[in-house]
C-alpha cells in the first residue's frame, strides 16, 4: 500500500455557510424592528410563497436540528415532559413546544411567528404540533393537506392539492394585506428551481471515489436549500460549493483519510452524535458518502415546471419521499445504491420520526433480497439522547464493518 | 501455531486457545469491577493449566464487552462475528445461533463458512437477557442455576405481559402475592424471556440447524421454552458459555 499523506483539507464554504445562516437568523430575529413579517414553516411545506411575498420563513424543525446539534435536546424535550406532552412525540415537537415557553436553546429561542404555514407531506405529527402553537401565539395557521401516494399521484389528488395552493395565496394575501406580485413569482420559482437542481448536483460529486465530502457534511450545507430555498443566496452558495469539490476532486483531497467502504445513510441524523459516528465510522475507514434525508430537498425536482411554477408545486410538494409509499421509496434507496455504488446501507431507526422509520424494515428486507448488501440498524433519535445507546451502536457498528470487511475481502 | 481467544462479558471472562482444529482448552472465570485484571487472570491461568507461557501464543483476538481493555491482545472482534465463528468451529453444520448473555441476546444466521449474513440484538432493554434472570431469581429467592430445573415442573405456566423488566418484576411480585405456585411464575419468566429472544430471532429469519450458545444456554427451562417458541430444535454444546471465546480464538488463527 502506498503511503503517500491523505490530504482531508476542511471544506472552505464551511465558514460562509456558517455566516449565511447566523445572517437569516439574526435577520429572521430582527424581523419585528424592520416591519416584516414572520412565518414559521414545516420544513416540506412550499416556500416560495412566502418568499415572493416578502415574509420571513422560518423552520422549527432546523431550529430542532440547532438544538440537537448544540445537545440541549434532553433538557429542552425533559421540560416539554414536564408539561405534559409524550415522551413519545416526535423531539423536534418537544424541543421546539419547549423552546416557545422557555425562550431557551442555542438563540434564546425563534422570533415570534405571525402565521404558521403548516404542510402534512412529511408526518401528522406537524398538524397538532402547529395548532398548539397557533393557540400558543394566537396567529392564523394554513394547512396543506396533502394525501399521501402509496402508488401513485391520481388526478383528484392533483385538483385536490392544486385548489389548496390557491387558498394558500388567499390566505397570504389576507394575512398580509397584499397583493402577491405574479413576476416576482415566478422568479423565485426559478430560484428555487434551480437552487434544487444545484443542491443534487452538490449531492452527486460524493459518487466520486474518494467522496470528496460526506453525509455529515451534507447535513450541515443542507440548511440553506431548506431555508433560503427560491432565493439567490442558495443558488450562488451552492455553486460555489460545486466548484469547491470539483476542486477537490481534482486534487485528490477526500472527505476521511483512507476511504475503502462506502456507506449510505436512510432517516434524518442523530444531530447530537454526528461526530461520534462518523469518527467511529472512519475508524473502520468507511464513509458514509450519501443519504437519503438530504436529497428529499431535491427528490421531487423533476415534477417542478419552472415557467409554470404555482401549477406544478402541488405535485412537487406531494410526492416527497415522506409521502409515497414503502415500494417506491425502497426503489429511491436502491437507486441510490447503485448511483453511490456503496458497501453497505446504514437505517438510523428514529425514535422520533415514525412516518421515516415505518417501512425500514420492508426496505431493509428489499435492499438485501434485491442486492445482497449488508444493512445496519442503530435505535436513536435525532435530538433526544435518552433513547440512544453508544454502547450498543458501538457493537452493532463494528459488528456491521466487520462483516463488510469479510464480504469484501 | 497457538491461538488465544479472550471474551469479557458483563458477568464472566473467558478465554480459549486452539492449536489447529484441536480446542486445547477454556476457562470461565467471573469479570468484576476491572476488565484488564479479568483478562489477564483468565488468560494466564489457562496458560498455566495448559503449561503453556504467552511466548508460545502466535495471536490473541478479545471479545465482548470488555474487549478493547484488553490490551495485550493483537485484535478486537465484536462478540458477534466471534459466536459465530465459534459455533462453526464447533459444528460447521450450524446455520443460526442466539446467544443469551448477561445482558444482551442476539439472533445471527451463518453461511456454510461460518460467515455472519445478518444479525439482530435487543435494544436498550434487558427482557430477554440473564440479567432479567437475574432479578427474577431474586425476587423469587431461587439460586439462578436452579431456575431452568424448578421451571420444568410447572403444571400450568404463568403469564407475564410486561416487556420491561422492572414492570415484569413488579408483575412477579405480584404473582408471589397472589401465592401463584413458584414453578409456574418461573416457567411464565422463562417463557417471556424466550418470546423477546424469538422475535430477534424472527427479525433475521433464523433458519436451522440452530445453535444456543451465552450463559443462559445452560438454563434448561429456557431452552425449552426458546424451542417451543422458535418451532426447532436447539443444539446446546457444553461449551456454551465459551463460544464467543473460542471463536475469537479461531478468528486469530485465520488472521494471525
Ligand atoms: S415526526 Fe418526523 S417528519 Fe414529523 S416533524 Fe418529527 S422528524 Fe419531522
New interface residues.
Given amino acids: 500500500m502506498s503511503e503517500k499523506p491523505v490530504d482531508t483539507t476542511k471544506i472552505r464554504s464551511v465558514k460562509k455557510m456558517r455566516d449565511l445562516m447566523t445572517t437569516y437568523y439574526l435577520e429572521a430575529l430582527s424581523a419585528g424592528q424592520n416591519n416584516k413579517q414572520v412565518a414559521w414553516i414545516t420544513s416540506g411545506g412550499p416556500v416560495e410563497p412566502l418568499v415572493a411575498m416578502d415574509i420571513i420563513p422560518v423552520y422549527p424543525e432546523n431550529h430542532g436540528a440547532m438544538i440537537g446539534s448544540a445537545k440541549m435536546g434532553e433538557e429542552l424535550c425533559a421540560k416539554a415532559e414536564e408539561m405534559g406532552y409524550s415522551f413519545d412525540l416526535c423531539s423536534y415537537a418537544r424541543a421546539d413546544i419547549a423552546c416557545s415557553v422557555e425562550k431557551g436553546g442555542p438563540i434564546g429561542g425563534l422570533p415570534r411567528p405571525d402565521m404558521l404555514i403548516c404542510c402534512n407531506n412529511i408526518c401528522g405529527t406537524v398538524l397538532k404540533w402547529y395548532e398548539i402553537q397557533a393557540r400558543f401565539y394566537n396567529v392564523p395557521l394554513f394547512i396543506l393537506d396533502t394525501p399521501i401516494c402509496h402508488t401513485g399521484y391520481t388526478p383528484d389528488i392533483a385538483a385536490y392539492v392544486r385548489a389548496q395552493v390557491d387558498e394558500y395565496i388567499v390566505f397570504l394575501e389576507n394575512v398580509t394585506q397584499r397583493k402577491l406580485d405574479h413576476d416576482k413569482m415566478t422568479q423565485v420559482g426559478k430560484l428555487s428551481f434551480e437552487g434544487q437542481r444545484l443542491w443534487q448536483k452538490v449531492l452527486n460529486t460524493t459518487a466520486h471515489k474518494p467522496s470528496p465530502m460526506s453525509a455529515f457534511d451534507a447535513f450541515f450545507f443542507l440548511a440553506l436549500i431548506v431555508t433560503l430555498r427560491g432565493t439567490p443566496i442558495a443558488v450562488d452558495f451552492y455553486k460555489e460549493l460545486i466548484a469547491e469539490m470539483e476542486q477537490r476532486i481534482k486534487d485528490g483531497i477526500s472527505s476521511i483519510p483512507h476511504e475503502k467502504y462506502r456507506l449510505l445513510w436512510d432517516n434524518l441524523p442523530v444531530w447530537h452524535r454526528l461526530k461520534w459516528l462518523s469518527a467511529r465510522f472512519s475508524g473502520h475507514n468507511a464513509c458514509l458518502v450519501a443519504d437519503t434525508y438530504t436529497s428529499a430537498w431535491c427528490g421531487a425536482i423533476q415534477y417542478i415546471d419552472e415557467d409554470n411554477f404555482l401549477d406544478s408545486i402541488a405535485q412537487a410538494y406531494t410526492r416527497i419521499y415522506l409521502n409515497i409509499g414503502v415500494d417506491q421509496m425502497a426503489d429511491q434507496v436502491l437507486d441510490m445504491i447503485r448511483f453511490y455504488d456503496v458497501n453497505g446501507l446504514v437505517m438510523h431507526s428514529n425514535r422520533s420520526c415514525k412516518p421515516y422509520s415505518f417501512g425500514q424494515?420492508d426496505i431493509m428486507k428489499t435492499v438485501?433480497e434485491k442486492t445482497g448488501l449488508?444493512v445496519l440498524m442503530i435505535?436513536a433519535d435525532m435530538v433526544d439522547p435518552r433513547?440512544f445507546?453508544q454502547?450498543?451502536a458501538e457493537?452493532?457498528i463494528?459488528?456491521f464493518m466487520?462483516?463488510i470487511k469479510?464480504?469484501e475481502a | 501455531m497457538i491461538c488465544a481467544g479472550i471474551d469479557i462479558g458483563s458477568i464472566t471472562a473467558k478465554a480459549a486457545l486452539i492449536n489447529g482444529k484441536d480446542l486445547l482448552g477454556t476457562l470461565v472465570i467471573p469479570t468484576g469491577y476491572h476488565h484488564l485484571n479479568a483478562g489477564i487472570r483468565v488468560f494466564d491461568t489457562l496458560l498455566q493449566q495448559n503449561g503453556l507461557s504467552r511466548t508460545d501464543i502466535s495471536f490473541v483476538v478479545s471479545t465482548g464487552y470488555g474487549r478493547a481493555s484488553v490490551d495485550f491482545a493483537d485484535k478486537t472482534m465484536t462478540e458477534i462475528l466471534c459466536h459465530g465463528a465459534g459455533a462453526h468451529f464447533l459444528n460447521p453444520d450450524i446455520r443460526g445461533v442466539i446467544d443469551v448473555g448477561g445482558q444482551d441476546s442476539k439472533a445471527i444466521l451463518l453461511d456454510d463458512q461460518g460467515r455472519v449474513e445478518n444479525f439482530a440484538m435487543n435494544d436498550k432493554c434487558a427482557a430477554g437477557t440473564g440479567r432479567f434472570l437475574e432479578v427474577m431469581a431474586r425476587a423469587l429467592e431461587v439460586a439462578l442455576d436452579q431456575m431452568g430445573e424448578v421451571g420444568q415442573k410447572a403444571d400450568n405456566p404463568s403469564k407475564i405481559s410486561s416487556i420491561c423488566t422492572v414492570f415484569a418484576e413488579s408483575e412477579v411480585i405480584s404473582m408471589i402475592a397472589r401465592q401463584e405456585k413458584r414453578e409456574n411464575i418461573i416457567a411464565g419468566i422463562h417463557d417471556a424471556a424466550a418470546a423477546r429472544v424469538a422475535n430477534l430471532a424472527a427479525k433475521i429469519r433464523i433458519r436451522g440447524p440452530v445453535m444456543m450458545t451465552g450463559g443462559v444456554a445452560k438454563n434448561s427451562g429456557m431452552a425449552a421454552a426458546l424451542e417451543k417458541r422458535l418451532k426447532l430444535p436447539l443444539i446446546i454444546e457444553s461449551f456454551s458459555q465459551e463460544t464467543g471465546a473460542i471463536g475469537a480464538a479461531v478468528l486469530a488463527a485465520g488472521t494471525g
Fill in positions: 424494515m438485501r449488508p435505535e433513547s445507546s454502547a450498543q457493537t452493532r463494528d459488528t466487520e462483516i469479510q464480504r
